[in-house]
T-cell receptor
Framework: ETGVTQSPTHLIKTRGQQVTLRCSSQ?????VSWYQQALGQGPQFIFQ???????GRGNFPPRFSGLQFPNYSSELNVNALELDDSALYLC??????????FGSGTRLTVV | DQQVKQNSPSLSVQEGRISILNCDYT??????FLWYKKYPAEGPTFLIS?????DKNEDGRFTVFLNKSAKHLSLHIVPSQPGDSAVYFC????????????FGAGTTVTVRA
């Protein structure tokens, strides 16, 4: 399978709820990263996983968590949603080089 | 963390003319520099890169220039085409040999027909 697929494409949640976003990476891409892009800003690094272990984290609170699975899929979980969590969430994978492939993102709206 | 600054939030250029995008960074301890392009409702796509040991890299209509002494990176698009209308980012790794990318705010390019 080629490309990076994210689901769902759009999502509306209520403040205080929990959400799980999913990403399916290319086979052989052992590194997966998640980014948050707020309106009018560049993507901000949330965290990165390498071979199912978190190996880096940006300036995001612990209610942002993730998982990476052996089948090259991954999840981003956000607990206790806040209005400021409304953003485009991007998943990016890499075969251990800098050639990241990004998915089209999940647009999350918190109301 | 490293800082990337794209001081021009937008650029409008006539089709067929040159587009010049600029990027300034605060730390030169990287092996490479990147340019990504992003269309609305899509994720960023890799455009072109340059090794820190070079000062120029060319790929078709796209040329990236690196001035390490000035800590300045630029992207030239010649000739500009309507399909080049997008947001351009110059992310770089936050540490050498690290794959996490630090993005600036981006430059929105609009190519006028």
């Amino acid at each position: 399978e080629t490309g990076v697929t994210q689901s769902p494409t759009h999502l509306i949640k209520t403040r205080g709820q929990q959400v799980t976003l999913r990403c399916s990476s290319q086979s052989g891409h052992n590194t997966v990263s998640w980014y948050q892009q707020a309106l009018g800003q560049g993507p901000q690094f949330i965290f990165q996983y390498y071979r199912e272990e978190e190996n880096g984290r940006g300036n995001f609170p612990p209610r942002f968590s993730g998982l990476q699975f052996p089948n090259y899929s991954s999840e981003l979980n956000v607990n206790a949603l806040e209005l400021d969590d409304s953003a485009l969430y991007l998943c990016a994978s890499s075969p251990d080089t800098y050639g990241y492939t990004f998915g089209s993102g999940t647009r999350l709206t918190v109301v | 963390d490293q800082q990337v600054k794209q001081n021009s939030p937008s650029l409008s250029v006539q089709e067929g003319r040159i587009s010049i995008l600029n990027c300034d960074y605060t730390n030169s301890m990287f092996d490479y520099f990147l340019w990504y392009k992003k269309y609305p409702a899509e994720g960023p796509t890799f455009l072109i890169s340059i090794s820190s040991i070079k000062d120029k890299n060319e790929d078709g209509r796209f040329t990236v220039f690196l001035n390490k002494s000035a800590k300045h990176l630029s992207l030239h698009i010649v000739p500009s085409q309507p399909g080049d209308s997008a947001v351009y980012f110059c992310p770089h790794p936050t540490r050498s040999n690290d794959y996490k990318l630090s993005f600036g705010a981006g430059t929105t390019v609009t190519v006028r027909a």
